[in-house]
Antibody
Framework: QVQLQESGPGVVKPSETLSLTCSISGGSISSHYWSWLRQSPGRGLEWIGYVYKSGGTSDNPSLNGRVTISIDTSKSQVSLKLRSVTAADTAIYYCARHLGSGWYAPFGLWGQGTMVTVSS | DIQMTQSPSSLSASVGDRVTITCRPS??????LNWYQQRPGKAPKLLIF???NLQSGVPSRISGSGSETNFTLTINSLQPEDFATYFCQQSFDYPRTFGQGTKLEMK
């Protein structure tokens, strides 16, 4: 059974870079799109971006180009970097596997999420 | 971006009741609408995809319908485990967007 596990620092200082890793176990990282999402009381559920096995990515314009998402198929990991963080980036961060590889695919499987607080 | 509006934002019901939640996108999205359930402290879980397709393992008392700009999630014969928050999400275009959620509480 495929499992996703997010990991990374729980606290990040303002203006620094938030770095998270999603480790995938029990299944192949290939043939799927992988997304990062976040959830906060003020912003609700927000899609951050996705990556595919080829390394192709897309991210949410609302994040103003601060996002880098990458994939390491040899380690079965997907990574997120969010630069120049502010308190507004405080949220629970999730990685998710798309259901299938089509353009319209929903988020079929989610990790448990990891809380990140931006604070000095 | 496509704005997703859910109603109601909260709902009180009893075990055995039938409830309906509505989701209205700001533009037509054909049937590219998904529903998720989130229990406290847990990640969202996919229930329905493409408006009316039940995800594997989801009980058949849960159903979805609609198209274009009007969608509904219906739960028949509410069970204790159904009391949670429900979100709609469009997969018609990027950036993907979600509704604000409907909290289903026990009366």
């Amino acid at each position: 059974q495929v499992q996703l596990q997010e990991s990374g620092p729980g606290v990040v200082k303002p203006s620094e870079t938030l770095s998270l890793t999603c480790s995938i176990s029990g299944g192949s990282i290939s043939s799927h799109y992988w997304s990062w999402l976040r959830q906060s009381p003020g912003r609700g559920l927000e899609w951050i971006g996705y990556v595919y096995k080829s390394g192709g990515t897309s991210d949410n314009p609302s994040l103003n180009g601060r996002v880098t998402i990458s994939i390491d198929t040899s380690k079965s990991q997907v990574s997120l970097k969010l630069r120049s963080v502010t308190a507004a980036d405080t949220a629970i961060y999730y990685c998710a596997r798309h259901l299938g590889s089509g353009w319209y695919a929903p988020f079929g499987l989610w990790g448990q999420g990891t809380m990140v607080t931006v604070s000095s | 971006d496509i704005q997703m509006t859910q109603s109601p934002s909260s709902l009180s019901a009893s075990v055995g009741d039938r409830v309906t939640i509505t989701c209205r996108p700001s533009q037509s999205i054909s049937t590219y609408l998904n529903w998720y359930q989130q229990r406290p402290g847990k990640a969202p879980k996919l229930l329905i995809f493409a408006a009316s397709n039940l995800q594997s393992g989801v009980p058949s008392r849960i159903s979805g319908s609609g198209s274009e700009t009007n969608f509904t999630l219906t739960i028949n014969s509410l069970q204790p485990e159904d009391f949670a928050t429900y979100f709609c999400q469009q997969s018609f275009d990027y950036p993907r967007t979600f509704g604000q959620g409907t909290k289903l509480e026990m009366k």
